[in-house]
């Protein structure tokens, strides 16, 4: 039961996320889209004129939850992933959440030091590239 019941809270969760996305209005800018939301400006871009390590996630995730994964890689590569990983894990949820399937089953050695690796550097990687296109 408590399987179901942690499926159901994160598909919730996720497709809370992402419709609260898609409601936004992606930033032409490629960043700032936060700021809808009742956020203050990003601190680095208002005194530095430069991107902040999260630049652009949020446009990016607005771009993704409206269909345009195109734009939202080319706003911000790692917020676009973020976004596609919310909307497996999502479906996921709710997969576990009707079915009572453990996840954990699917997703053998998912975890670990490689993974995490992988992980920073794509979103530093991802950062540089932001920097590259400001």
Not at 40 to 58: E, I, K, L, N, Y
Not at 98 to 107: K, M, T
Request: include cysteine; proline fraction near 5%.
């Amino acid at each position: 039961m408590r399987l179901r019941v942690a499926g159901l809270v994160i598909a919730l969760g996720a497709f809370g996320l992402l419709l609260v996305a898609a409601g936004l209005r992606p930033s032409e800018d490629g960043h700032g889209t936060h700021t809808q939301m009742g956020l203050a400006p990003c601190p680095w871009v208002v005194r530095w004129d430069f991107p902040c390590p999260s630049c652009g996630m949020t446009t990016a995730f607005a771009y993704a939850a409206n269909g345009d994964l195109v734009t939202a890689g080319a706003t911000q590569p790692f917020g676009t992933l973020l976004a596609l990983i919310a909307a497996v894990a999502g479906w996921g949820g709710l997969h576990t959440g009707i079915a009572g399937v453990n996840p954990a089953r699917l997703i053998r050695g998912g975890t670990g030091v490689r993974v995490t690796i992988v992980v920073i550097s794509l979103f530093l990687g991802a950062w540089a590239y932001k920097m590259i296109v400001w």
